[in-house]
């Protein structure tokens, strides 16, 4: 598992393709790029991996995204996140959420949805004058509900999806030594819905390691979603905002913990 990140790392084309070249092709790469550069022999290159993740980091369109980001030009980004969605890419945008452009989410949602595989949203903490609690209550429910109608129907619905039970280290790490690697998993009732939940905690993320599934059902009819964290001293926070996020898709608060040693 590479990430590889910025500034933006495309404009570095000679050092991309001698660090890709150094690479198995069965490493599993995630690009993060504000998708201001397409460059084909970087990206031919890219096609020849097993696994390539584009990670966007787009905030909006038009004069939102201009805003927020000046030095962005929406047409051309447009057109590049074409080129990689005719490739063949998996697409996944993480957009910071600020007072400025939630408004226009519903919008980008519609209108350029069909573009990524998988949206994550981040609100902004700081600087404060960019929360989005500085929008008058009656407003912002307004668009939280232009949100919900507006949420792509082929992402699935976690809710009632998710057993109640996160199991912490009861599996063996793929990606090292146990005693570096914290392993939680989670039983989800279907496939498509443990997907889902794969994909938003791969993408959504950056400390997460590595996300998978089991190839087919449990003895129990359950998919198993195993989730892989670095042992530091920060897991306790980590794992906690995992169960955050997992929580709100799932709608499922009352969570039993079972570690290994149980």
Do not use: C
């Not at 201009?66 to 998996?90: A, C, M």
């Not at 573009?115 to 404060?128: G, I, K, Q, S």
């Not at 912490?168 to 939680?184: E, H, P, R, Y």
């Not at 997460?208 to 989730?227: C, M, N, R, W, Y």
């Amino acid at each position: 598992h590479v990430q590889i990140t910025g500034g933006e790392p495309l404009l570095h084309k000679k050092k991309n393709l001698d660090f890709l070249s150094k690479l198995s092709k069965d490493v599993k790469i995630q690009y993060r790029t504000n998708g201001s550069i397409y460059d084909n022999e970087v990206t031919d290159f890219l096609k020849t991996f097993d696994t390539v993740h584009f990670l966007t980091s787009i905030d909006g369109q038009e004069d939102v995204l201009h805003y927020q980001r000046p030095r962005s030009e929406w047409n051309v980004i447009e057109e590049n996140l074409k080129q990689y969605k005719d490739k063949g890419f998996t697409i996944i945008n993480t957009m910071t959420v600020t007072s400025f452009n939630i408004h226009q989410i519903p919008k980008f949602i519609n209108e350029q949805g069909y573009l990524f595989d998988y949206m994550v949203y981040t609100p902004v903490r700081f600087p404060e004058e960019y929360r989005v609690n500085l929008i008058q209550p009656s407003k912002l429910k307004q668009i939280v509900e232009e949100l919900k109608q507006a949420e792509d129907p082929e992402q699935g619905d976690l809710k009632n999806m998710v057993y109640h039970i996160m199991e912490i280290d009861s599996f063996a790490s793929k990606m090292g030594d146990d005693k570096d690697i914290v392993t939680l998993s989670f039983s989800v009732k279907e496939k498509a819905a443990a997907e889902d939940l794969m994909n938003f905690i791969e993408k959504g993320y950056e400390f997460v390691l590595d996300a998978d599934i089991t190839p087919g059902e449990q003895s129990d009819g359950t998919h198993k979603v195993f989730v892989e964290i670095e042992r530091t001293n920060h897991i306790h926070k980590q794992v906690m905002e995992v169960m955050d996020g997992v929580s709100k898709l799932s709608e499922e608060f009352d969570w039993r913990f079972r570690y290994y040693k149980n």
